[in-house]
């Protein structure tokens, strides 16, 4: 069965620093893969998606995701990160008409 | 705001209780998805809904039973409350066509303490 690994679970980052987060699914194929963010005490919302076209997706906010298929990875990449960027972030994977998630990774900015 | 609501925003029940909650989808959504949210397992897939019928299961446990209505809100049944059962139940809904999984819009969630 498809599974998602984002093997950061938390990250502390100064503000303007560089971002990658790191997203490996398990097997290949067609695979349609979405990045959601949830502020503090918010509800999840989308920030980026790719189905299909070129690699690097750009989403809200100034991130964007580069899916490397050779590698079964879709990591997601900010180059100067701001105080409200402190969220935590979930990579995901359809499989079967559902979503498989990740376990997201918790990022904090500090001012 | 994502047009998916969420009734309740707040339920605070005893152990051995049943609850509902209620998630109404964006217009013109067919699929309605159920996640629950807590600190040590993060979040889980529960159940989805497609146009009223049941289209893939998650993590769901026996207690728990959901069901999509023909104007399509759902609503998630959980009973024989258990404190671990304390955590955020989200809805998702999204249009659900095709073998494609479309973006899912989530509602604020219902934070459900057991106590």
């Known amino acids: 069965a498809q599974s998602v690994s984002q093997h950061n679970h938390h990250v502390i980052l100064s503000e303007a620093a560089s971002l990658e987060l790191g997203c490996n699914y398990s097997?290949?194929?067609?695979?349609?893969l979405f990045w959601y963010v949830q502020y503090p005490g918010q509800h999840l919302q989308l920030l980026l998606k790719y189905f299909s076209g070129d690699p690097l997706v750009k989403g809200i906010k100034g991130f964007e995701a580069e899916f490397i298929k050779s590698k079964f990875s879709f990591n997601l990449r900010k180059p100067s990160v701001q105080w409200s960027d402190t969220a935590e972030y979930f990579c995901?994977?359809?499989?079967?008409?559902?979503?498989?998630w990740g376990a997201g990774t918790k990022l904090i900015i500090k001012p | 705001d994502s047009g998916v609501t969420q009734t309740p925003k707040h339920l605070i029940t005893a152990t051995g209780q049943r609850v509902t909650l209620r998630c109404s989808p964006r217009?013109?959504?067919?699929?309605v998805y159920w996640y629950q949210q807590s600190l040590d397992q993060g979040l889980q897939f529960l159940i989805q809904y497609y146009n009223g019928e049941e289209r893939a299961k998650g993590n769901i446990l026996e207690r728990f039973s959901a069901q999509q209505f023909p104007d399509l809100h759902s609503e998630l049944n959980l009973s024989s409350l258990e404190l671990g059962d304390s955590a955020l139940y989200f809805c998702?809904?999204?249009?659900?066509?095709?073998?494609?999984?479309?973006?899912?819009?989530f509602g604020p969630g219902t934070r459900l303490t057991v106590l």
């Open positions: 217009s013109g959504d067919l699929s």
């Open positions: 995901a994977v359809n499989s079967n008409y559902q979503l498989i």
């Open positions: 097997y290949g194929g067609t695979v349609n």
């Open positions: 998702a809904s999204s249009l659900g066509q095709g073998r494609s999984v479309d973006e899912q819009f």
